[in-house]
């Protein structure tokens, strides 16, 4: 009777020993050939869109403010190059609700060299006119070309040549707004509170403050842009130097691992729980200093979203918050460092071993560089395509009327023939100004999905260049572990080896496990935009799902980004494609879960409070210096608007440089101790089948010693 197949194992089966394997293997073939193909596919659509978008966008519809016309003010080697300023016919209608909706003032709007700096109707410049040409010569700036004095008020609204006032303004952000005072407690413009809008009708300073308001709030974004923009050229040179030392500051931790990696440890923890100290005492302080200030006792929800950050710093709330948050952050690394101390010592003993690893193959330290580099031409690429789609086009324009009332009201309309058609015969006042750009064009009729198409390829590079660090750095050490006396036995050139195997045969399969991880993250952005979209038409259960489906996608991604990552060390060393890989890492895994849970967390832990306590030194140096405490030693930046901005961008560099040098430590003891997990399965530590990991590591990790060469014989 014939014996009965054993069924395979859920974990599959342990890898048995193979007296020819050395390590990566060096005989390999091309696999996951046709996600190759694909990927190459659309690395070639999207240079094609980046060619097609760069002759249909032009970036300086984003800098220019553009008149009724289209017309950029400002623009070199056009009629407006001298005029620079948006000057607004009649701003009161700015006022409109439908300002909000159509995101246009509906008033006539030209480009003009300078702002009005006196009240003057149309009425009074005609009267004036007859005694001293200079009233026209003054009052047509304000003018269309077209226009003559010896119109009448009728002529010149029915043609829309003229505004019927001007008053006092002064430039901001290159438009021309009313230059409001206040006058003993009471708003005025121009030592005036009414004054006439030029048809007879006297209109008060606070209207015109509402119209003002009404093209302000289209504004504010654009206005905290400037302003951020301008503390960034104020402090780059200070950014970078915060940046330069954060990566010097990285690299000598990485350096000094190799060598007293506890006594490192020590000084990590010590010295993230002093920066969050530090935090909660200056939160402290401020909180106390504010005490004396009565503005300060408003809550945040009584100032509502404000433009102006400014505001939220001179609450105590503000900064009874942020102490509450950093002592919950204190809290719990000072539980974590309690309840981990253990797991902590083999967190440092495969650091130590890393930093061997590391030592001998030292261009791994370099290697970062190369991501930085893929990685910023990625985002560079994406975003001047984003620019260029978002400003291709011909000028289209609409139908905007006073009221908003029209039936007309944003259709399409031709400016040349406008005046002649029915339009402003059924709305009164009704204009066809310039609106967008935009066209029917193939191309524009699928702009949208041309966004979407950038966004994903974007995604799916910047994926597919981590994937191909992870993999070329899995394939040098495990090309470490798998010497049996180091360093004579390494291959030369390690890096570079697994770099081009990589490339030349596996670029399909890290194209397909970065594929993957896309999709889950363009779903991710697409129910953020979504929820964005639909905000205000939500209701609890549509929330409640929003919610639940965040925190799907967000550990559906974690969980694959842990298996994408094993899957690459064991494409690195065996050369399968991606799904075999992924299975064969998942079954080593299963079979030493517990294995896993003790070194994969912990050793992160380990690494997070170095990027803590890098970016936080970085971070105090840079509050210190940005909001002037250090006068006596640097001559920091001075009248900065938003100190906060250089910052955070201080802060956020620093961590994503000590992110770039310690993930290089992290996919080192990963890869030890995948190649660990196989090394207890092929050998069993005798004289034929010696072990390749350390003793020490190996007593640490198995909580037993191996076992005697004599006994074993």
Not at 373 to 398: D, Q, R
Not at 471 to 490: S, V
Request: charged share 15%; with cysteine.
């Amino acid at each position: 009777m014939a014996r009965k197949r054993k069924p395979p194992s859920i974990k599959g089966d342990p890898r048995t020993y193979d007296p020819n394997f050395k390590g990566p293997v060096v005989n390999r073939n091309s696999t996951d050939v046709l996600c190759c193909f694909i990927f190459v596919l659309f690395i070639l659509g999207y240079i094609f869109l980046g060619l097609i978008a760069w002759s249909k966008g032009d970036p300086r519809r984003v800098t220019y403010p553009a008149d009724s016309q289209g017309h950029f003010c400002g623009q070199k080697g056009t009629p407006n190059e001298n005029k620079s300023i948006l000057f607004y016919f009649n701003m009161l209608r700015c006022a409109s609700p439908s300002v909000m909706i159509n995101l246009q003032c509906p008033t006539t709007q030209i480009c003009v060299s300078k702002c009005p700096e006196k009240f003057l109707t149309y009425m009074e410049m005609q009267i004036l006119y007859k005694k001293d040409q200079s009233y026209w010569n003054y009052y047509r700036q304000f003018c269309k070309s077209t226009a003559k004095p010896t119109k009448s008020l009728t002529e010149i609204l029915i043609d829309d040549d003229c505004p019927t006032a001007i008053f006092p303004s002064r430039p901001f952000l290159q438009r021309c707004f009313p230059a409001f005072s206040n006058k003993n407690g009471t708003l005025t413009i121009g030592n005036r509170i009414h004054f006439e809008d030029g048809s007879g009708r006297m209109t008060n300073v606070l209207e015109l403050r509402e119209a003002a308001h009404g093209i302000n709030r289209l504004l504010d974004a654009r206005e905290i842009g400037l302003k951020v923009f301008e503390d960034y050229a104020t402090t780059w040179y200070w950014i970078l130097i915060g940046l330069t030392i954060a990566m010097v500051l990285s690299w000598m931790f990485l350096v000094l691992l190799r060598y007293i990696a506890g006594f490192l440890f020590w000084i990590f923890m010590f010295g993230v729980l002093g920066v969050v100290g530090y935090g909660i005492w200056y939160c402290v302080q401020e909180y106390i200093r504010l005490q004396k200030h009565p503005g300060a006792e408003l809550t945040l929800y009584e100032i509502g979203i404000q433009t102006d950050v400014k505001m939220y710093f001179q609450l105590k709330q503000t900064w009874f918050a942020l102490m509450i948050i950093l002592c919950i952050v204190e809290a719990a690394i000072i539980l974590l460092l309690i309840f981990l101390r253990k797991r902590i010592r083999l967190a440092i003993i495969l650091l130590k071993e890393g930093s061997k690893a590391i030592g001998c193959i030292p261009s791994t330290l370099v290697y970062p560089v190369l991501t930085f580099i893929l990685l910023s031409i990625c985002i560079s690429y994406w975003v001047v395509i984003a620019v260029f789609l978002a400003t291709s086009g011909i000028p289209v324009y609409k139908v905007s009327a006073p009221g908003g009332t029209c039936i007309h009201e944003n259709k399409i309309c031709d400016p040349t023939i406008f005046n002649t058609t029915e339009i402003p015969k059924v709305c009164p006042g009704a204009l066809c100004n310039f609106a967008f750009f935009g066209g029917n064009s193939l191309y524009h009729q699928y702009i949208t999905a041309l966004h979407i198409y950038n966004v994903f390829v974007f995604l799916w590079l910047i994926n597919f260049v981590i994937a191909l660090g992870q993999c070329a750095l899995a394939g040098a050490f495990a090309a470490y572990y798998w010497a049996m006396r180091k360093p004579t036995d390494i291959p030369p050139h390690p890096l570079l080896t697994s770099f081009g195997h990589a490339v030349r045969y596996h670029t399909g399969s890290l194209a397909f496990g970065s594929l993957i991880l896309a999709l889950i993250q363009m779903l991710k952005v697409i129910l953020e935009y979504l929820d964005r979209r639909l905000k205000n038409a939500q209701n609890n259960i549509a929330k409640f799902l929003h919610c639940c489906l965040g925190c799907c996608f967000w550990c559906l991604e974690k969980v694959v980004k842990f298996l994408n990552r094993n899957a690459y060390i064991m494409i690195a060393i065996y050369g399968k494609n991606f799904c075999k890989s992924a299975r064969d890492a998942f079954n080593l895994l299963m079979r030493n879960i517990l294995k896993v849970t003790v070194t994969d967390e912990v050793t992160q832990f380990v690494l997070l409070l170095g990027k803590l306590l890098v970016s936080g030194l970085i971070g105090i140096l840079g509050f210190l210096l940005f909001t002037q405490k250090l006068p006596a030693i640097l001559g920091g930046p001075t009248s900065l608007n938003y100190y906060w901005v250089p910052l955070l961008t201080v802060i956020l560099g620093s961590y994503l440089i000590a992110h770039g040098f310690f993930s290089v430590y992290a996919m080192c003891v990963e890869t030890i101790f995948l190649c660990f997990c196989e090394d207890l399965e092929r050998n069993d530590g005798s004289t034929e089948r010696p072990y390749f990991i350390t003793p020490s590591l190996h007593e640490i990790l198995t909580k037993r010693r191996p076992v005697p060469q004599i006994q074993k014989e």
